[in-house]
């Protein structure tokens, strides 16, 4: 089993950065791939940004350029940073951890981002 908790989110400005942490924790240290995914209100949840366990990354389009993600192979934590945001990067972003050992996909509970200026 794995347990995400997550860090960060909040009020931001435009044009600000912001930094998420995700830990995950748990008996389970077979996690291969983590991420980050966002829902605004009323839209699917949709990829942001993902980074396996040999340090290969993935970024949506809409994030190129502004967001880097990082990972802490041993203690399976990731963190993205996002910059120069956008009124649209305003979402509940989740953690998201894929075990090879279970071959389950975990989620976290969300933080919220809103962006205001």
């Known amino acids: 089993q794995v347990q995400l908790v997550e860090s960060g989110g909040g009020l931001v400005q435009p044009g600000g950065s912001l930094i998420l942490s995700c830990a995950a924790t748990g008996s389970d240290h077979s996690i291969y791939l983590m991420g980050w995914y966002r829902q605004a209100p009323g839209k699917q949840r949709d990829l942001v940004s993902t980074i396996t366990n040999h340090g290969t990354t993935n970024y949506a389009d809409s994030v190129k350029g502004r967001a880097t993600i990082s990972r802490s192979g041993f203690a399976n934590t990731v963190s993205l940073q996002l910059d120069n945001l956008k009124p649209e990067d305003a979402a509940v972003y989740y953690c998201?951890?894929?075990?090879?050992?279970?071959?389950?996909?975990?989620w976290g509970q969300g933080t919220q981002v809103t962006l205001s200026s």
């Open positions: 998201n951890a894929y075990s090879t050992l279970s071959q389950m996909t975990y």
